[in-house]
Nanobody
Framework: VQLQASGGGLVQAGGSLRLSCTPS????????MGWYRQAPGKERELVAD??????TTYADSVKGRTTISRDNAKKIYLQMNSLQPQDTAVYFC?????????????WGRGTQVTVSS
């Protein structure tokens, strides 16, 4: 599985961005996808995720202003509103597969989100 993330950029505080992640390869084996972020000097953290049956999880810091969604081709989106400087980070797309009992984790290359105050 390969993951191509896009949509990052520079935005002013209060603005919005929509990130996209397009999987390719063995996408039928994907059972989970999510967005993580890593700010300078900090550990990578979950932003939001979505399972094959549509269940979603959000970090407390983004609840109410962020929506993760998915289309039929398993492309996922992260709509982020009311962005704040603390949302500045590199955002990574993540996918997980289970094939013959073997669990694999895949990461995209990341897209930079910078929120100016």
């Amino acid at each position: 599985v390969q993951l191509q993330a896009s949509g990052g950029g520079l935005v002013q505080a209060g603005g919005s961005l929509r990130l996209s992640c397009t999987p390719s390869g063995s996408i039928a084996s994907i059972n989970y996808m999510g967005w993580y972020r890593q700010a300078p000097g900090k550990e990578r953290e979950l932003v939001a995720d979505i399972t094959n049956d549509g269940r979603t999880t959000y970090a407390d810091s983004v609840k109410g202003r962020t929506t993760i969604s998915r289309d039929n081709a398993k492309k996922i989106y992260l709509q982020m509103n009311s962005l704040q400087p603390q949302d500045t980070a590199v955002y990574f797309c993540n996918a997980r597969t289970v094939v013959n009992g073997l669990r694999m984790v895949y990461w995209g290359r990341g897209t930079q989100v910078t929120v100016s105050s």
